[in-house]
């Protein structure tokens, strides 16, 4: 048990240290807020999306790609968004609140924090996997968290056209289809062309972890902290526990349903408050869930990798 404990340690451990030293980078300011934006633009626009197609390309498709794990995240995901819109309801949220509190409890941040623990966790193949669902799953997140954010509201000042729009011309989603087109009429990359990738794809994952340390600020810890942490709780416990079981009652099992879970139990997307902010959300409550996520998904994924390989998964 020491030695898996250690093991896992080793797992999740580099991840957040990446994500320290990226808030340390800023805190220092070795860099100011005008290369951080530029260097998000290049992550989320060019480094990502070109990994996401280069491992997914390679990969062998009907290996990699696994129908009932795209269905039961699908499904957990669609639960949750249902279940804590209600709640917020019930609970009698404000209208701004409402929206937020539902999409920070289901929207995780799949792209930078669950592709590197997947990667950590198992590897080149473990990482086609994890590209194949998310290409899948990503539209599903926007698009509930649009809904989510307009429930309450009957005007937006961001219309939902727009928004759809940008779930349609996302850069991750188009890569990861064109990974999946690549791999599965098993298409072979030009030599020169993979090895151009292979090195160019090798910045993606730690300049994600770069980015989401500097984006961390104290001074997003504004929203209502209780509120705030029942969100938290959705997302990284009643989430990824809601997964595990569907993918189990649906015969996903090893790589596949470890991949599911610790998608499922990503901290909530950075995204969320910029949705928050533009669709009369509570941003300050969407950067206190945000915050309160990344930090306590240390001990979360820690608690789910012990289990996961226990299993055997």
């Not at 902010?277 to 979360?300: C, H, P, R």
């Amino acid at each position: 048990m020491v030695t898996l404990l250690y093991e896992i340690i080793a797992i999740v451990m580099p991840v957040f240290l990446v994500i320290g030293l990226g808030y340390g980078v800023k805190r220092s300011s070795l860099v100011d807020a005008s290369f951080l934006f530029q260097l998000n633009t290049l992550v989320y626009y060019l480094a990502l999306p070109l990994l996401l197609f280069y491992k997914i390309a390679e990969a062998d498709f009907s290996l990699s790609f696994n129908v009932w794990q795209v269905v039961g995240l699908a499904t957990v995901t669609f639960v949750v968004f249902v279940v804590t819109y209600i709640l917020a309801v019930l609970k009698n949220y404000e209208p701004e609140v409402r929206g937020t509190f539902s999409q920070c409890a289901f929207r995780g941040n799949l792209a930078y924090i669950g592709l590197a623990i997947v990667f950590n966790a198992y590897g080149e193949e473990g990482l086609a996997s994890a590209g194949i669902l998310l290409g899948f799953i990503v539209p599903v997140l926007n698009v509930f968290a649009i809904v989510a954010l307009l429930l309450p509201h009957k005007k937006s000042r961001m219309s939902p056209l727009l928004l759809f729009r940008q779930v349609l011309f996302n850069p991750l989603i188009i890569a990861s289809f064109l990974g999946i087109f690549w791999s599965y009429f098993d298409i072979p990359l030009p030599v020169v062309v993979d090895r151009a990738l292979h090195i160019v794809t090798g910045m993606a994952l730690p300049l994600a972890l770069l980015s989401i340390g500097a984006s961390f600020s104290l001074k997003k810890l504004r929203g209502d902290l209780k509120i705030a942490s029942l969100a938290s709780f959705f997302k990284l416990v009643v989430t990824p526990l809601g997964a595990a079981l569907l993918f189990m009652a649906l015969g996903v099992h090893g790589r596949d349903l470890a991949v599911g879970v610790l998608f499922a139990g990503t901290p909530t997307a950075t995204a969320a408050y910029i949705f928050s902010q533009q669709m009369k959300g509570d941003a300050e409550l969407a950067g206190a869930i945000i915050m309160l996520t990344t930090v306590a998904s240390i001990f979360t994924y820690t608690l789910s990798l012990l289990i996961l390989k226990s299993l055997g998964a």
